[in-house]
Structures are given as structure tokens and as C-alpha cells.
């Protein structure tokens, strides 16, 4: 018990300070560190990890919906950034420009890609000729390049890892379907996969992607009620391709331009993860995801038979991702590291239990343990692995459905911003000065209008009682 003492007293409480708890809880359990660039952290290996799985689970998915994988140059020059004008307003604060090559000074500034839309319009301007040509679907996992001036691990970084997913169609039907379906790929994820509920709608112009017609969002809400935006989908319309003189011959023999989407999800979901599941011993993961979903630890190791049989239990349970902890460390310090890290299912194995033929078995999300025969174990983790997952997620979806609230004038909103983490359903005109009144009084912003609930609380708005148009789900966000 000290071992866990000691790793625990490493880790501030949630309660205390939520913040610095998560910012414990990566560094302890050695997901980041800190680099010698400002603003750009290192994944170590249990991080990348994380991210390797999710992007293993999530290009299957994109792959099963005719998704093609390509790479696109990480510079772009301005000129073609230009192009764009909402585009390039929207992200000019945040871009890095690189204006030397070698010793050479470069005859254009390039931009560090931001994000990939002008690349993919540059690209399918000279490969899109014909409506036999669409539709294309392409993705890329890379890297992106955004100067922020507030960081945050996973969160929030000058540089971070990501998927973009631009797509382009013959017609507007097909670009919004693509739109939908897409975000729908993306809560299908958070769900089956990370064991996080999330709320699916329709952004406002305001919080709507720069250059796109429309952009939807998945919303997760983490233990201290604050939003996480965890993937967006965007419906471009057809004006980056006018912008950007893409054209194809359609089936009437005649000139037509093409409709376009972008899709994107990044690493900022491992925090969401962690926010969402994790305690005050450190990580909880979702079994689906987790790089190690089984540790095998043998107690007094050094006897007679307890590390082989130990070696033997995991050899038992090598359909999963299993470890065998046979370092030479207390028992008591493995367990502590088991809880820290978050691994979802810990096997011990001692003396008396090789001779009763049985092991006992701990649920890192409820720590409850049962007592397994060795010759059962294999189903039984099968099966408690399924059962944290659904436990994990139904215990997500009531803390979020337990952290909405209802608001139908500008007082009971603020009493509501002020005093209760979580969600805030309430009526709006659609004019962006209440929205921006509500950002500067309460910071707070709307989070998306929801596609399952647009009946009606009010018929007011709640900022400035004029008729209401939208339901809107409100919150302070990461």
C-alpha cells in the first residue's frame, strides 16, 4: 500500500484541481513529456500506443465506407492559401511561415500546412476532369502546424497528430451524405471503441469551420462537465471548388463544379479519453483501446514454480494484448503501476493459488476481484474485458445525462454557468450578438444544435427574449 500511496500522492485530486490532475496523469503516466520547442510535446510510447490503436480502428472504419489513403506536402505556398478568403482569415493567426531555404531566402513564403483543404483543391483541380472521375475519397494521417499560444497535452499543441478526410462529389446530395456519415464513423468510434457517449449536431455560423457551408460535430463531456469537440465534419459546398477553378464535364456534356467535404479527428481524443474515465489513481482505459489490456503479476515470484506458471497464464492469454510483469519489484509497486497506467484487467498468481488451480483477477474501473480456476480464465477475461466496456460507457453516458440542464431566461442561465459543470440546453434567436454576449458574460459557447432534441424548452431566446429559432447545447469547452 505505500508504493500506491506514494504514486498516488504524486497526482493531484480532481476535486482539488482538475487541470493540474490531468496534467499529473499524463506525465506520471509517461504519455508526454515536455520537448525543447515551446508548444510541441513528445508522445512516448504509451501514448503513441494509444494513438496507433485508435488509428488502426479508425482507418478500418474509413476504409469500409470506400475511404483511400494519399499524402499531401506539409508546405503550401500563399499564394494558394489565398485563394480562400474565409479559409485563409480563419486560420492567419495560428499559421507558421517558412521564409528561408538553406541560406536562400524563399521567392514565396510557404505555409506550414495548417490544415490540407487548398492542397487537396490544387490536387483534384488537375485530376478531376469528368463525372466519371467522382467521386474521390481520400484521407491523410500526418501532422499539423497551428501556433497556439495557450498549450495543453493532447489537448491543445503547436504541432499535433491527426486524420483529414477530403472528399469530393458530383453532386451536393452525395457531399452532404458523405458529411453525415462520416461524423457518424467518428461517434460510432467514441462509443464502440473508447467508451465515451458523445452528442452529435450542427455547429453555429459563429463555430462553423472557415470556408465551410456547414460543420458538424460530435461533443463529449468530461468528468468536471467541461465539452470536448472530438471530431467535426464539414460540408464545403461547392465554394472552395469555384475558388479554386475545379470543373468536371457532367453527364449532360456541359461544365459543372463539384461539391467538396473535409472530415478530421486528432489526437485531442486520447485527453477526451482520459478526462472522461480516469480517477484519482491515474488512467482508466477502455479495454477496446488499451495498449495493454491484461498484466499478469506474480506474487513471491521466486519460488518454486510461480514464474513459470505465471508465464504459463499469460502464454493462456495471448489472443489478447497481455504482459507478464515478472521485474523485479514488490508486489505492491506493480499493482500501484497497474492502477496509475490504467491497464483494464490485473491477474495475480501466487503459491496457494497454483496449488488450488485458481487466480485472482482485479477490474481496474471498479477494482472488484474475483477468484478464476486457471482452466476458465481465458472466457472469463473475454468476457469481463466486454463488460467493462459496456460498464465504462454506461457510466459516461449518466454522468452526461445527469449534467444537462435547462434554462429558459438569462438569469436561471447564469445561475446554471455559474454553479453547475455540465450542459445547458436553451433557446436561441440565431443572432450571433447573444451568442457573443454569452461568451463574453459567462464564458460560455454554444457547442452544437443538436440533431436528437430540437423540441422546443421555450419560445424565447434566452439572451435577448426575442423568438427563438434553435435549441442549442451550450458549455465551456476545452
Given at each position: 500500500?505505500?508504493?500506491?500511496?506514494?504514486?498516488?500522492?504524486?497526482?493531484?485530486?480532481?476535486?482539488?484541481?482538475?487541470?493540474?490532475?490531468?496534467?499529473?496523469?499524463?506525465?506520471?503516466?509517461?504519455?508526454?513529456?515536455?520537448?525543447?520547442?515551446?508548444?510541441?510535446?513528445?508522445?512516448?510510447?504509451?501514448?503513441?500506443?494509444?494513438?496507433?490503436?485508435?488509428?488502426?480502428?479508425?482507418?478500418?472504419?474509413?476504409?469500409?465506407?470506400?475511404?483511400?489513403?494519399?499524402?499531401?506536402?506539409?508546405?503550401?505556398?500563399?499564394?494558394?492559401?489565398?485563394?480562400?478568403?474565409?479559409?485563409?482569415?480563419?486560420?492567419?493567426?495560428?499559421?507558421?511561415?517558412?521564409?528561408?531555404?538553406?541560406?536562400?531566402?524563399?521567392?514565396?513564403?510557404?505555409?506550414?500546412?495548417?490544415?490540407?483543404?487548398?492542397?487537396?483543391?490544387?490536387?483534384?483541380?488537375?485530376?478531376?476532369?469528368?463525372?466519371?472521375?467522382?467521386?474521390?475519397?481520400?484521407?491523410?494521417?500526418?501532422?499539423?502546424?497551428?501556433?497556439?499560444?495557450?498549450?495543453?497535452?493532447?489537448?491543445?499543441?503547436?504541432?499535433?497528430?491527426?486524420?483529414?478526410?477530403?472528399?469530393?462529389?458530383?453532386?451536393?446530395?452525395?457531399?452532404?451524405?458523405?458529411?453525415?456519415?462520416?461524423?457518424?464513423?467518428?461517434?460510432?468510434?467514441?462509443?464502440?471503441?473508447?467508451?465515451?457517449?458523445?452528442?452529435?449536431?450542427?455547429?453555429?455560423?459563429?463555430?462553423?469551420?472557415?470556408?465551410?457551408?456547414?460543420?458538424?460535430?460530435?461533443?463529449?463531456?468530461?468528468?468536471?462537465?467541461?465539452?470536448?469537440?472530438s471530431g467535426t465534419s464539414h460540408n464545403f459546398g461547392d465554394g472552395f471548388a469555384r475558388a479554386y477553378g475545379i470543373q468536371f464535364t457532367g453527364r449532360d456534356n456541359k461544365l459543372h463544379t463539384p461539391f467538396q467535404t473535409s472530415w478530421g479527428l486528432s489526437t485531442r481524443i486520447i485527453g477526451a479519453m482520459i478526462m472522461v474515465h480516469g480517477d484519482n489513481d491515474g488512467l482508466?482505459?477502455?479495454?477496446?483501446?488499451?495498449?495493454?489490456?491484461?498484466?499478469?503479476?506474480?506474487?513471491?515470484?521466486?519460488?518454486?514454480?510461480?514464474?513459470?506458471?505465471?508465464?504459463?497464464?499469460?502464454?493462456?492469454?495471448?489472443?489478447?494484448?497481455?504482459?507478464?510483469?515478472?521485474?523485479?519489484?514488490?508486489?505492491?509497486?506493480?499493482?500501484?503501476?497497474?492502477?496509475?497506467?490504467?491497464?483494464?484487467?490485473?491477474?495475480?498468481?501466487?503459491?496457494?493459488?497454483?496449488?488450488?488451480?485458481?487466480?485472482?483477477?482485479?477490474?481496474?474501473?471498479?477494482?472488484?476481484?474475483?477468484?478464476?480456476?486457471?482452466?476458465?480464465?481465458?472466457?472469463?477475461?473475454?468476457?469481463?474485458?466486454?463488460?467493462?466496456?459496456?460498464?465504462?460507457?454506461?457510466?459516461?453516458?449518466?454522468?452526461?445525462?445527469?449534467?444537462?440542464?435547462?434554462?429558459?431566461?438569462?438569469?436561471?442561465?447564469?445561475?446554471?454557468?455559474?454553479?453547475?459543470?455540465?450542459?445547458?440546453?436553451?433557446?436561441?434567436?440565431?443572432?450571433?450578438?447573444?451568442?457573443?454576449?454569452?461568451?463574453?458574460?459567462?464564458?460560455?459557447?454554444?457547442?452544437?444544435?443538436?440533431?436528437?432534441?430540437?423540441?422546443?424548452?421555450?419560445?424565447?431566446?434566452?439572451?435577448?427574449?426575442?423568438?427563438?429559432?434553435?435549441?442549442?447545447?451550450?458549455?465551456?469547452?476545452?
Amino acid at each position: 500500500m505505500a508504493e500506491k500511496k506514494k504514486m498516488v500522492e504524486a497526482i493531484t485530486s480532481m476535486e482539488e484541481d482538475f487541470a493540474q490532475w490531468y496534467t499529473d496523469v499524463v506525465k506520471r503516466a509517461e504519455l508526454i513529456d515536455y520537448s525543447s520547442v515551446k508548444g510541441c510535446l513528445i508522445i512516448k510510447p504509451a501514448g503513441y500506443a494509444l494513438w496507433e490503436n485508435i488509428q488502426a480502428d479508425l482507418d478500418r472504419r474509413f476504409k469500409e465506407t470506400g475511404v483511400e489513403n494519399v499524402y499531401m506536402p506539409l508546405f503550401i505556398p500563399e499564394s494558394l492559401l489565398n485563394k480562400e478568403k474565409d479559409h485563409v482569415e480563419g486560420f492567419a493567426p495560428e499559421v507558421a511561415w517558412v521564409t528561408e531555404g538553406g541560406s536562400e531566402p524563399l521567392e514565396e513564403r510557404l505555409c506550414v500546412r495548417p490544415t490540407s483543404e487548398t492542397l487537396f483543391c490544387d490536387f483534384y483541380k488537375n485530376n478531376v476532369h469528368s463525372y466519371r472521375d467522382l467521386p474521390k475519397v481520400y484521407n491523410q494521417w500526418c501532422s499539423v502546424v497551428r501556433w497556439e499560444k495557450t498549450t495543453r497535452p493532447f489537448l491543445r499543441s503547436r504541432e499535433f497528430l491527426w486524420q483529414e478526410g477530403h472528399t469530393v462529389h458530383e453532386t451536393a446530395e452525395e457531399a452532404e451524405e458523405r458529411t453525415v456519415r462520416m461524423l457518424n464513423v467518428y461517434a460510432d468510434l467514441c462509443e464502440e471503441t473508447l467508451a465515451i457517449p458523445t452528442i452529435k449536431g450542427k455547429k453555429t455560423d459563429k463555430e462553423r469551420f472557415a470556408g465551410a457551408m456547414a460543420t458538424y460535430t460530435i461533443e463529449a463531456m468530461m468528468h468536471d462537465g467541461h465539452a470536448l469537440q472530438s471530431g467535426t465534419s464539414h460540408n464545403f459546398g461547392d465554394g472552395f471548388a469555384r475558388a479554386y477553378g475545379i470543373q468536371f464535364t457532367g453527364r449532360d456534356n456541359k461544365l459543372h463544379t463539384p461539391f467538396q467535404t473535409s472530415w478530421g479527428l486528432s489526437t485531442r481524443i486520447i485527453g477526451a479519453m482520459i478526462m472522461v474515465h480516469g480517477d484519482n489513481d491515474g488512467l482508466v482505459l477502455p479495454p477496446r483501446i488499451a495498449p495493454t489490456q491484461v498484466v499478469v503479476i506474480p506474487i513471491q515470484q521466486r519460488k518454486e514454480g510461480v514464474l513459470e506458471g505465471a508465464r504459463a497464464l499469460a502464454d493462456s492469454l495471448s489472443e489478447f494484448r497481455v504482459k507478464l510483469d515478472d521485474s523485479d519489484r514488490s508486489p505492491g509497486f506493480k499493482f500501484a503501476e497497474q492502477e496509475m497506467r490504467g491497464f483494464p484487467i490485473r491477474v495475480e498468481l501466487g503459491p496457494k493459488d497454483l496449488e488450488k488451480g485458481s487466480c485472482v483477477v482485479v477490474r481496474r474501473d471498479t477494482r472488484e476481484k474475483y477468484v478464476v480456476e486457471i482452466s476458465k480464465i481465458r472466457d472469463f477475461v473475454a468476457e469481463l474485458l466486454d463488460t467493462i466496456h459496456t460498464d465504462m460507457l454506461e457510466r459516461a453516458r449518466k454522468h452526461l445525462n445527469e449534467n444537462i440542464y435547462e434554462a429558459t431566461d438569462y438569469r436561471e442561465f447564469k445561475d446554471i454557468a455559474d454553479n453547475k459543470p455540465g450542459f445547458i440546453k436553451a433557446m436561441w434567436c440565431g443572432d450571433v450578438e447573444c451568442e457573443n454576449k454569452i461568451k463574453e458574460d459567462l464564458s460560455v459557447t454554444s457547442r452544437c444544435m443538436p440533431f436528437d432534441d430540437q423540441t422546443p424548452i421555450s419560445d424565447k431566446c434566452v439572451c435577448c427574449g426575442k423568438a427563438a429559432k434553435h435549441l442549442v447545447y451550450w458549455g465551456k469547452a476545452y
